[in-house]
């Protein structure tokens, strides 16, 4: 337990109500949204207002060596923001207002605490968007998003959350306040350090300003529903989309476990026979283009025995991705436990990977569905399983450990979007190697010398280095 | 209604927490609720959330933390009741069973606080109560003054001294009726050639504060030829005692209701108030599941059971009003009128179709108003703060008239407007519609 002094001093520093302490706080502060990783309990929770509250709560921790753990929503799936070794729950949530949205210079400027939604929100007036969209984008905050470096559907064609940020202010360990970047398109002025802290997951510093990159929103879209009766005619047709230069802005796929408990859940009118669905969306500026590139998808989905059907009106639009967004509530139905992984691979190994998903299943007897962004190789393996039964737990974390190994044959990432956190870490060497994990240590070490900063996460320590060399 | 929600009434839910686990279960802890929680997006804490509390609700069933842990208690009633959370949830948990299961343990396990117990148990001797509310109307004068709209704001003495609970100069409370609406009525509307007969249950807030909009609605059903029962022996629809936890009261309340609509024989049952009506059609049949007299009752009542603009647009074709109203009139979506019954459409259409009427919907019109019942006398900050809002929202529309279709919003916003509003006119759409009648008649 903290000192009660040192709790006292940060009603002070922050004000009475920006401080919880109470045990219903500090239960509540326990876990993020992701299922299966150990939950901790924080000391305190802390809500400043302003950077200058942050910069006083970094230099009371460092000074009395408490863990601090920056925290937005909470919405994370990799277990980022679980407060593992006590300490300071720093919740941004209350910095969250936009600064600026400059439609002149096609930029906002954020706090971290605003809601991505929000600020889709006060853009849109002006005809612009902010294109990253996690599926969290109702909820998740910019700081949390942009601190995790969070995908989304639209990743295939508008990119992901680093390609929109433009410059940040960020309070760093030792309790000084850096700025760079900023809204010019060209910016080559240092290091990039926009680029360092962008996916940093809280253990670099702690990011209290955001300025990011807008884009006109689209005028034309044309979403469509592709069946297939094999997963191989659905990655081929992946693979000829890309191929005959159509970039759809969402690509998507789901396996027949996936259509099965959809359609028993929601009713969406998907074919229950098919063993794999796409759903895609063109979008444009141009009427003709639009309509063009969704001749092209149409005639691509033939030549791969696909059956088609366009959405001829808003509702039935809809109804396309309302399949798709209860992909996942839908499996999660199916019991108490939801491991929902992101190992992505390059996009022409998709078709291997979902069979070597679905042998993966079948060999540790777990109940699994894959959907995700077949368009950039990202998909969502998600078992479901039932968190008191101890023996299909160890199945599903067997099976978890081979599909990450499986992505990495196939020359692919652990994680496409959800970042590592402590759920992923113990891979991590296997993908960067030792000399990785050294440069991320001397990274680490040189920002945060004492790994205050969201410790345990990210990067290993030594000793769990060695252990995972014998798994 | 969604096929999983009826798959997912626990048996006994109410009577044995251990039967929310199922419940618990079906979070996936995605904080989907966050961006609906109206006391959420005030406080910002995780514990306002229901994510949050579903979190503590398992602490609590791990034995991690104690059910009457006063801070468990705390953070259970810091919650409005209004179902936003379960629209927007992915995986369709029944949060509000979770909520009132865990306040009616709590109940179980140390008895109602004292306060409650005197409040609630006058509502089961319905004579006591009646004169309590009568004699509250004729004494009101004496701490409060007349503050228009059938509106009344504390006095100077009661209004330094009522500063901290919100009962300041500026707060408008609702005048107690001297001559409540059932005192008014006979206890059948005739009508020479009925359509069809109706039972109204009048619910409390209509009785003794709003008898006028309830003479309204009976104004309108008498428009179009329905003979309305009104009988004197029902009481409070008891769900102001459920969300306490009080599963007793609401048992005895709703035992003495069934069997006062049983009596007149009318083949529709009304309500003009979300809450009621969501008891009527829901909450009685769940907490007589296993009531071989009452389940029954219930189950035939629910079916029978319509909001007033549901009644007059799906069941009887209601007759279009000719009479003019000139007004920007909005309207406010109650939680109980649309999460729990399921009526949002109808209102608007009832509004629509009125000559004269402009109007104007409302950014998020279907966000808490922060009422919640006693809510916004226990949390007052986090109730205005809700409120103020919802009146944002509404004077953005540049509505002269605010209509909803729940007495509980009424008073909040009547509240509300005065102190961040224009002032303007809070109304029940019945009674935009009762006008619209009335005008014909003038014009002719």
Redesign the interface.
């Known amino acids: 337990m903290l000192d009660q002094a040192i709790i006292e001093q940060f009603r002070s520093l922050l004000g009475q109500g920006n401080v919880l302490t109470s045990k219903v706080n500090l239960a509540t502060y326990s876990y993020d949204a992701t299922a299966d990783v150990p939950r901790g309990t924080p000391d305190v929770i802390v809500m400043p207002t302003t950077t200058e509250q942050v910069q006083s709560v970094v230099n009371l921790a460092r000074k009395n060596g408490i863990a601090i753990y920056p925290r937005g929503a909470g919405t994370n799936l990799s277990g980022g923001t679980i407060p593992v070794e006590r300490g300071i729950v720093l919740s941004l949530q209350k910095m969250d207002k936009i600064l600026e949205v400059d439609a002149e210079n096609l930029t906002a400027t954020v706090q971290p605490g605003v809601v991505i939604q929000d600020l889709n929100n006060a853009a849109a007036p002006h005809g612009l968007m902010y294109p990253p969209d996690p599926g969290t984008v109702t909820t998740a905050t910019m700081g949390g998003s942009v601190a995790e470096n969070s995908g989304g559907l639209r990743g295939l064609k508008y990119g992901v959350t680093k390609h929109y940020v433009m410059g940040m202010e960020v309070v760093l360990a030792n309790g000084d306040r850096v700025r760079f970047g900023g809204k010019t398109v060209k910016n080559v002025t240092a290091y990039d350090f926009s680029n360092l802290f962008v996916g940093s997951e809280g253990t670099l510093g702690i990011i209290v300003e955001i300025t990011c990159k807008l884009l006109p929103s689209p005028k034309f879209r044309r979403a469509m529903l592709a069946t297939y009766k094999t997963v191989k005619d659905a990655g081929n047709t992946v693979a000829g989309i890309i191929k005959a230069q159509v970039i759809p802005a969402t690509l998507e796929i789901m396996d027949n476990m996936t259509i099965r408990t959809v359609e028993e859940f929601a009713h969406v009118g998907l074919p229950t026979d098919a063993e794999a669905v796409l759903l895609i969306e063109v979008d444009g500026m141009a009427e003709e283009v639009v309509l063009r590139e969704a001749e092209a998808v149409v005639k691509v989905v033939g030549e791969n025995n696909g059956e088609m059907r366009v959405a001829n009106s808003d509702e039935e639009r809809d109804k396309v991705w309302a399949a798709r967004r209860a992909a996942l509530p839908a499996l999660a139905s199916l019991n108490n436990t939801v491991v929902l992984e992101d190992a992505t691979v390059p996009r022409s190994h998709i078709t291997n990977m979902l069979l070597a998903l679905s042998e993966i299943g079948r060999k540790y007897h777990l109940v699994m569905g894959t959907f995700g962004h077949a368009g950039d190789g990202n998909l969502h393996p998600t078992i479901l399983a039932d968190k008191n039964d101890a023996d299909e737990m160890s199945r599903v974390h067997k099976a978890v450990d081979e599909i990450f190994a499986t992505a990495l044959e196939f020359g692919g990432t652990l994680s496409g979007e959800h970042g590592i956190g402590m759920a992923k870490m113990k891979y991590l060497g296997n993908e960067i190697g030792d000399t990785g994990l050294n440069l991320m240590r001397t990274m680490k070490n040189a920002l945060d010398p004492t790994h205050m900063l969201n410790p345990g996460k990210l990067i290993p320590a030594p000793a769990e280095e060695v252990e995972h060399a014998t798994r | 209604m969604q096929p999983?929600e009826q798959s997912a009434s626990g048996q006994g839910i109410y009577d044995e927490l251990k039967a929310i686990q199922k419940e618990l279960?079906?979070c996936?802890?995605?904080?989907?609720c966050?961006?609906v929680c109206p006391i959420y997006a005030t406080e910002?804490?995780?514990?306002s959330v229901a994510r949050?509390k579903v979190?503590?609700a398992e602490?609590v069933m791990e034995g991690?933390?104690a059910l009457d842990?006063p801070?468990?208690i705390?953070?259970l009633f810091n919650c409005l009741v209004c179902k936003s959370c379960m629209q927007n949830c992915?995986?369709?948990v029944n949060f509000d069973r979770i909520m009132l299961s865990l306040r009616a343990a709590i109940v179980r396990k140390n008895g109602l606080p004292w306060l409650k117990k005197a409040i609630f148990s006058t509502l089961k001797h319905p004579a006591l109560f009646d004169r309590g509310m009568k004699a509250g109307a004729l004494l009101s004068g004496l701490a409060f003054r007349d503050a228009g709209q059938q509106a009344i704001a504390p006095r100077s003495p009661f209004a330094i001294m009522g500063k901290r609970a919100g009962f300041d100069e500026n707060r408008l409370l609702p005048a107690l009726a001297k001559e409540p609406l059932r005192d008014r009525l006979p206890d059948v509307v005739s009508n020479s050639k009925p359509k069809t007969k109706a039972a109204f249950f009048t619910g409390c807030s209509m009785n003794y504060f709003y008898p006028d909009t309830g003479m309204d609605l009976i104004s309108v059903l008498r428009e179009n030829n329905v003979e309305v029962s009104i009988p004197k022996d029902q009481g409070c629809c008891g769900i102001p005692v459920f969300v306490h936890g009080d599963v007793e009261t609401i048992r005895v309340l709703a035992k003495r209701n069934l069997d006062a609509m049983d009596r007149t024989c009318a083949d529709h049952l009304i309500t003009s108030c979300g809450s009621c009506g969501g008891a009527w059609q829901h909450e009685y049949q769940e907490i007589f599941k296993d009531d071989p007299v009452y389940g029954p009752k219930a189950e035939y009542w629910s079916k029978r059971t319509y909001d007033i603009s549901t009644f007059l647009v799906d069941v009887i074709k209601y007759r279009p009003p000719l009479g003019k109203v000139d007004a920007v009139v909005t309207y406010h979506d109650s939680c109980h009128l649309k999460k729990t019954m399921k009526v949002s459409s109808e209102p608007r259409e009832i509004l629509k179709h009125i000559p004269g009427v402009t109007f104007k919907e409302m950014s998020k019109p279907d966000a808490c108003c922060g009422s919640g019942g006693s809510y916004v006398l226990t949390h007052f900050e986090t109730s205005t703060a809700v409120a103020k809002r919802k009146v944002d929202d509404a004077r953005r529309t540049g509505a002269t008239t605010v209509t909803t279709g729940c007495p509980a919003c009424m008073m909040q916003l009547s509240d509300n407007v005065n102190r961040f509003g224009k002032g303007q006119q809070i109304r029940h759409y019945i009674s935009v519609l009762a006008e619209s009648y009335r005008n014909e008649k003038q014009s002719l």
């Open positions: 999983d279960d079906k996936m802890h995605c904080g989907f966050m961006a910002k804490t995780e514990a949050g979190g503590v602490a991690k933390l842990d801070e468990v705390d953070m992915p995986t369709k």
